[in-house]
T-cell receptor
Framework: GQNIDQPTEMTATEGAIVQINCTYQ??????LFWYQQHAGEAPTFLSYNVLDGLEEKGRFSSFLSRSKGYSYLLLKELQMKDSASYLC???????????FGRGTSLIVHP | DAGVTQSPTHLIKTRGQQVTLRCSPK?????VSWYQQALGQGPQFIFQ???????QRGNFPDRFSGHQFPNYSSELNVNALLLGDSALYLCASSPGQLHSGNTIYFGEGSWLTVV
């Protein structure tokens, strides 16, 4: 089976930087997704990492360490609109169906 | 370019009843997946349809069934509803070929409440 762990909730201040961690245990790991989900809305794609290292995309960056079973999503220059749930999802070879963690609820306050 | 559309957006059913949820995939996509998202949880994979057949299935009972039509739209049916079936049901679409990093696009979901 798969085990994906992320913090339940985090708070941060507008303009700051926040790092949301995700650890996983799985066989046949292929890659890792991050999705953003605002309350009452559909999840939207943020990033996909398959190789070790950091991938930057504007204010958002995602990091992967395959050997450690670890990833993080880094959000810079936080804005109020970044308040949302951030879902880590692991993709395994063969099925290519992502398995989601329970999500981290990020609250950005002024 | 229309995204993934789902209907209805909200519905209330009684225990033991049956429900049908509908989904139209994003233009150009031919694969539809269904997920169940309980409050405070991540989406849980129910099944995936491609070429009008169930291609993969998650750990859900047979009460959950589906269908895909020739125009790629899909239905999710749940029989003998239980209180625990109350959740947000998300439809996601993607291009047909299975490959690494195949981004799935979600619809807004259907909120089902079982009373």
């Amino acid at each position: 089976g798969q085990n994906i762990d992320q913090p339940t909730e985090m708070t941060a201040t507008e303009g700051a930087i926040v790092q949301i961690n995700c650890t996983y245990q799985t066989s046949g790991f292929n890659g890792l997704f991050w999705y953003q989900q605002h309350a009452g809305e559909a999840p939207t794609f943020l990033s996909y990492n398959v190789l070790d290292g950091l991938e930057e995309k504007g204010r958002f960056s995602s990091f992967l360490s395959r050997s450690k079973g670890y990833s993080y999503l880094l959000l810079k220059e936080l804005q109020m609109k970044d308040s949302a749930s951030y879902l880590c999802a692991v993709e395994t070879g063969g099925s290519y169906i992502p398995t989601f963690g329970r999500g981290t609820s990020l609250i950005v306050h002024p | 370019d229309a995204g993934v559309t789902q209907s209805p957006t909200h519905l209330i059913k009684t225990r033991g009843q049956q429900v049908t949820l509908r989904c139209s995939p994003k233009s150009g996509h031919d694969t539809v997946s269904w997920y169940q998202q309980a409050l405070g949880q991540g989406p849980q994979f129910i099944f995936q349809y491609y070429e009008e057949e169930e291609r993969q299935r998650g750990n859900f009972p047979d009460r959950f069934s589906g269908h895909q039509f020739p125009n790629y739209s899909s239905e999710l049916n749940v029989n003998a509803l239980l209180l625990g079936d109350s959740a947000l049901y998300l439809c996601a679409s993607s291009p047909g070929q299975l490959h690494s990093g195949n981004t799935i696009y979600f619809g807004e979901g259907s909120w089902l409440t079982v009373v």
